[in-house]
């Protein structure tokens, strides 16, 4: 069985700072790992994920997650945030022995991000 | 181009009166998923349909069904709400390959409905 531990609840960060948002894993299996973005009253929408090759995974936006095999953890970098950044970021896991599919997701709590100016 | 729809965004129904949540997708996706995510809690996986087969979470309460008459579109049944079963329903979509750690296979999900029971 797998689990997701996401330490921060809340993460207040001002304008322009940068953010570091913390998850830990435990699987007795190898899995995927995702950070997913939700916005107020919305689905969650893909930021970025790790299949495999380079631990240092980027996202669009400037967000960036390095898989840590050693410390089971996949934390959410930003250098600089801004305003448009608030919301609720859940990290996810999923077995690598599901098939092929990356939908059977075991979410963290999630970590509410509020960027203030 | 919303690619995975799910109709209404907000849901009202009464206290043991059987609702239904509708998704519909445009992606071609063989694998569909509901989940639920109350409040200020992680989304939980109900179940899902790998094409026409159905996998249900072994602690899914039986009050949950659902039925995908067709690729495109799956349907949550809640039949008897109670209070305690209000959520937002996440309904995701997926390609399953029979290789793993293939991209592209990633999870794609609605904007959810939100079910008040009253």
């Known amino acids: 069985a797998q689990s997701v531990t996401q330490l ?3 993460v207040p960060v001002f304008e322009e700072a940068p953010v570091e948002l913390r998850c830990n894993y ?14 107020p009253n919305q689905g969650l929408q893909l930021l970025l994920k790790y299949l495999s090759g380079s631990t240092l995974v980027e996202s669009i936006n400037g967000f960036e997650a390095e898989f840590n095999k ?33 939908g059977n997701l075991i979410f963290g709590k999630g970590t509410k991000l509020s960027v203030k100016p | 181009d919303a690619m995975v729809i799910q109709n209404p965004r907000y849901q009202v129904t009464q206290f043991g009166k059987p609702v239904t949540l509708s998704c519909s997708q445009t992606l071609n996706h063989n694998v569909m998923y509901w989940y639920q995510q109350k409040s200020s809690q992680a989304p939980k996986l109900l179940f899902h349909y790998y094409d026409k087969d159905f996998n249900n ?28 079963d209000a959520a937002m329903y996440l309904c995701a979509t997926s390609r399953e390959t029979v290789t793993t750690g293939q991209d592209n296979t990633e999870a794609f999900f609605g904007q959810g409905t939100r079910l008040t029971v009253v």
């Open chain 1, 8 to 10: 921060d609840s809340q």
């Open chain 1, 26 to 39: 435990s699987s007795s299996v190898s899995v995927y790992l995702f950070w997913y973005v939700q916005y």
């Open chain 1, 70 to 102: 050693s410390q089971t953890s996949f934390h959410l970098r930003k250098p600089s945030v801004h305003i448009s950044d608030t919301a609720e970021y859940f990290c996810a896991v999923s077995d690598q022995n599901y098939g092929g599919s990356q």
């Open chain 2, 57 to 84: 979470e072994a602690d899914t309460p039986d009050n949950f069904q659902s039925r995908r008459p067709n690729t495109s579109f799956c349907f949550l049944d809640i039949r008897s709400p109670g209070l305690g």
